[in-house]
């Protein structure tokens, strides 16, 4: 990746819109890494502490409200897992997301000398005419002393309106908490109907290598995937490191880098 991009321009757009993309920003090599080894762990090949990572299987309806939360780690050999996070405690996937660049990033939006925490370390899948349509949301968790404001969504597939891509409402964030009651902010279907109409829904088209960088409050929704072929992609949630679980002291989040 270039770590030496200016980024004037990228937070500009960032404040203004609420998020920016940096076209074929990676290398084709650390895409195809990823690619590899997230079926890795899919299939159960990986050397990787299961026990650390947290699984989730697709609905075979596509209904949000029939997916399972319990349960953890691996689940069985199959690339139809829908979310997996606790990525970094697999060492690729933790080398990857401290690179120097995300440093920068993390130092433009919380500051310097500032430790950085993951909330989460995500894969998403919208796994081979599968998927399950994930409603309008902002990135926010009201058990949480402050909110996250920097995710970074790393397609590794190409992602297109019929294969599940993400769907922004472009200045969302500006609006502040639109269900501050919903612990993952998510939208009541009357609040999605006023504030993400059809006719704004930006679809984010892009291609393995391209990088994506969201506001955590930006309104986003993600449909299923009518084709044959996977859409994955790798999200990190960056949060200033002091943030604190209010609702269960006792979790602590993985430490990542200091600006
Ligand atoms: O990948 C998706 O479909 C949506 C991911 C998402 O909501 C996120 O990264 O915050």
Known sequence: MNHQRDLDQCF???????YFILPQFFEKDEIADLQERINQIMLGTADVDYDQIWMQLDTDSGKYEDLRWG???????TLDYRKIQGLEADQRFFDFITSPFFVRLCERVYGPNLPITSFR???????????????????????????????VW????EATLENGCVQIIRKSHRKGLINPEHSGGFLTESQAVEHAPTN?????????????VLHNH????????RTSAPRRALSVCYMNGHTKNIAEP??????????
């Open 12 to 18: 500009q757009l960032f404040e203004e819109e609420g």
């Open 154 to 157: 790393i397609p590794l597939d």
């Open 250 to 259: 006792e979790i602590s989040y993985p430490q990542l880098f200091t600006t």
């Open 71 to 77: 349960g953890n780690g691996f689940q069985g050999a």
């Open 200 to 212: 704004h829904i930006i679809p984010i088209l892009v291609e393995p290598q391209d990088l994506v």
């Open 218 to 225: 930006l309104l986003h929704a993600s449909d299923k995937n």
């Open 121 to 151: 370390t995500m894969f998403m899948n919208k796994a081979a005419g599968k998927g399950t349509w994930l409603p309008w949301h902002q990135d926010r968790w009201n058990f949480l002393d402050q909110d996250p404001l920097l995710t």
